[in-house]
């Protein structure tokens, strides 16, 4: 499954993830960090779903609540949830 999240309170403007079961396929951000956030997407490849949430959920980036990898944790929680797209 392929979709795209809307991020919240980060430079990234949205998320465009592939899911395959519990795998993510590919990850691509548009706007933000641009090598840091390759960099992200490279890493995650591969993994399950739920070791990305664990691993991500939480960070935040200076004085900001949230980040762009804690964004990431949050598409795939609602991934996780049947939520995406509502």
Not at 14 to 23: H, N, Q
Not at 36 to 59: A, H, P, T, Y
Not at 63 to 77: E, G, H, I, R, V
Request: aromatic share 6%; with cysteine.
């Amino acid at each position: 499954m392929t979709f795209t999240y809307m991020t919240k309170g980060v430079c990234s403007r949205s998320i465009d993830i592939t899911v395959e079961g519990e795998t993510i396929v590919d990850v691509k951000y548009s706007g933000g960090c641009n090598g840091n956030l390759k960099g992200i997407s490279e890493l995650v490849k591969g993994m399950k779903v739920d070791d990305v949430i664990d691993r991500l959920e939480s960070i935040r980036c200076g004085f900001k609540n949230t980040s762009c990898p804690d964004q990431l944790a949050n598409a795939l929680k609602e991934y996780r949830s049947g939520t995406v797209g509502d």
